[in-house]
């Protein structure tokens, strides 16, 4: 007799499982035999996407003011001038909020390109040309100073002597053949046009791919959920959207905050040192501003270069300000930065400072930038995973009930603190 072969979904599924256990096996050593092939495709995409990753970032940076705008300006007034037409006020007020926002945009760049920048390559070749003079004032600043310590002032000399002659020939050797070459070189050398024309049409596609996307914000963002919905559970769905929530807040308002917070900090670094009638003033400011945008060390790195360039031209006004650094990022510390920022971003300073110090050895300043939020992130992911299982567990989950903790009750499954010293010695 003729038998008939007969499926078993059992084997069928075993058969299915093996396959792609071999299939992925392969494909992970392919990946590691082909890791570096991996890598140099992966740049050149990333190469190709770099306009549309600068749209992404400019919405990112520049969504929270045209939101601002059109909540608080555009709608009004568009509910004003199409008073029975809440669409046609609603196409107007984000129209208008989006031109704004890039208008704002295009006016920083704008500064920066023609009254800043000009502004620090003057203060740069100045330092440069005036390098001899500069070192010969520190010198004789120190002779002043050390002129009742013979022994102190002889060895200082000598190591001003032999740091002059090297800074002397150094300073010598960029204003004579570096600057008068700066132009040519930068406009004769074809990979930094490439890159500087690169830089303009990155910023240019990315301008109109940020325009795109803040105009049709609310599409963009319910095509995402339809696609998280479609793929997930719905309490699963509901966990990614929550947490992508908090990382959204989460790194818009430190990086927003931080930005505003380091504009205020450049300009009021700058306008005390025009009254105080400070060396390079623009250019001690500018690097104030940049560097405070790191947290914790900024201030620290930006204040050693900006006091050794005032301290060249006149080591009074240097002393003068450093004090001025030191109370400038007390009030930023304690009053703007709060005010800006919160009043805490989630972790204590020594996360803070763990956290920044990690970034910066992975991934340089961006990490230094970006790796506060980071952790806050993740240090909130494992709190709250941490929590959740203790509130399962009927135990104590505030981190208050454990600090006078001796042991938990197993029946009552409370915190039981530590006996008081002078019970301890009466128990005894």
Not at 115 to 131: D, R
Not at 290 to 317: E, Y
Request: charged share 15%; glycine share 8%; proline share 4%.
């Amino acid at each position: 007799m003729r038998r008939h072969f007969r499926w078993d979904k059992k084997y069928l599924y075993w058969g299915v499982t093996a396959f792609c256990v071999v299939a992925c096996a392969i494909l992970f050593y392919m990946a590691l035999n082909y890791i570096s092939l991996l890598g140099t495709a992966l740049h050149k995409i990333l190469g190709i996407l770099s306009p549309f990753i600068w749209g992404l970032v400019l919405t990112y940076l520049l969504s929270p003011l045209m939101k601002a705008l059109e909540r608080n300006f555009f709608l009004p007034l568009g509910h004003r001038i199409y008073k029975k037409r809440k669409k046609k006020a609603e196409r107007f007020a984000r129209g208008f909020s989006v031109l704004a926002s890039e208008l704002v945009l295009l006016a920083i760049v704008a500064a920066l390109i023609y009254l800043i920048l000009p502004q620090l390559y003057n203060s740069i070749e100045t330092i440069v040309a005036n390098s001899g003079t500069y070192i010969a004032q520190v010198n004789d600043w120190l002779t002043n100073v050390l002129q009742n310590y013979p022994e102190l002032e002889d060895y200082a000399l000598t190591l001003m002597g032999d740091a002059g002659n090297s800074l002397e020939d150094l300073f010598a050797w960029i204003r004579d053949n570096i600057l008068p070459e700066l132009g040519s070189f930068v406009t004769n050398v074809t990979s930094g046009l490439y890159y500087a024309v690169m830089g303009i049409y990155n910023l240019i596609i990315g301008i109109i791919v940020s325009v795109y996307i803040m105009g049709n914000m609310e599409s963009f963002g319910a095509a995402v959920k339809r696609l998280l919905y479609c793929v997930f559970t719905v309490e699963a769905a509901e966990k990614i959207r929550e947490a992508f929530v908090f990382v959204d807040k989460t790194f818009v308002g430190f990086i927003n905050g931080k930005l505003l917070d380091s504009a205020i900090i450049g300009l009021i670094c700058y306008i005390v040192c025009a009254l105080l009638k400070m060396p390079y003033a623009l250019l001690v400011s500018v690097i104030i501003g940049v560097t405070n945008i790191i947290p914790f060390f900024g201030p620290f790195i930006g204040a050693v270069p900006a006091s050794i360039i005032i301290l060249m031209v006149d080591p009074f006004k240097c002393l003068i300000f450093v004090i001025f650094i030191i109370i400038l990022q007390q009030v930023d510390g304690n009053i703007i930065g709060p005010k800006i920022l919160g009043s805490s971003i989630g972790i204590n300073g020594f996360w803070v400072m763990f956290s920044i110090i990690l970034g910066a050895g992975l991934f340089g300043f961006w990490g230094m930038l970006l790796g506060v939020p980071v952790f806050v992130v993740l240090y909130t992911a494992v709190n709250n995973h941490i929590v959740k299982k203790l509130k399962r567990s009927d135990l104590p989950w505030e981190i208050s009930d454990y600090r006078d903790m001796d042991h938990i009750d197993p029946v009552t499954r409370m915190a039981v603190k530590k006996a008081p010293p002078a019970e301890d010695e009466e128990k005894k």
